[in-house]
Structures are given as structure tokens and as C-alpha cells.
């Protein structure tokens, strides 16, 4: 498996900022606490993530509103192999 497509946590916030412009953003990559789960892909990086954003684009969304943003701007790491995403939004 080339290591080259697999989601990294810079990747994700570059397209979080490009596409929502938030006012607040951290993206953690946890894979590694995900060792041996459904959808670890063994290398310890790249499947599992925290993100915590926050701004105007989420601004009087439902709850699930605010998650479809984030889930529809990362739609090509879904696609590469992100598995999990934990979503906290901030305001």
C-alpha cells in the first residue's frame, strides 16, 4: 500500500480551510490509538481523526447540518481511506 494517498491530518485541514473558512480548526490524526479496529489500515496513520472547527459556514445549522459540511468537504479522504471521524463543532 503506497503511503502516498493515505489521508494525513495537514491534508484534511487544508481542505477543511479552503472549503468552510473556519475561525477555529484542529485536526488530530488518532489511528494509532485504533490499532487492530475495523478500518485501521495496520500503519498506525490515516484512518481515524478528530476534528474540532468552528465558524461562520456552521452559524444556525442543525447539528447534522454542521456534520454534512464537514463530511461532504472530506468526501475524497473518505474515499482514500479515512474510516472514522469524530466531529466537535465549535462556536
Excluded: C, W
Excluded at 485504533?34 to 478500518?39: D, L, P, S
Excluded at 447534522?64 to 482514500?80: E, P, W
Amino acid at each position: 500500500m503506497s503511503t502516498d494517498s493515505i489521508p494525513t491530518a495537514a491534508a484534511i485541514e487544508s481542505a477543511l480551510r479552503d472549503r468552510l473558512a473556519p475561525s477555529a480548526l484542529e485536526v488530530i490524526d488518532e489511528s494509532a490509538d485504533h490499532a487492530g479496529h475495523a478500518g485501521s489500515n495496520g500503519l498506525g496513520f490515516g484512518t481515524h481523526f478528530r476534528v474540532r472547527i468552528g465558524g461562520p459556514a456552521f452559524a444556525g445549522k442543525t447539528r447534522v447540518a454542521q456534520h454534512r459540511l464537514v463530511y461532504d468537504a472530506l468526501q475524497n479522504f473518505t474515499d482514500a481511506g479515512l474510516h472514522a471521524l469524530a466531529i466537535e463543532i465549535r462556536n
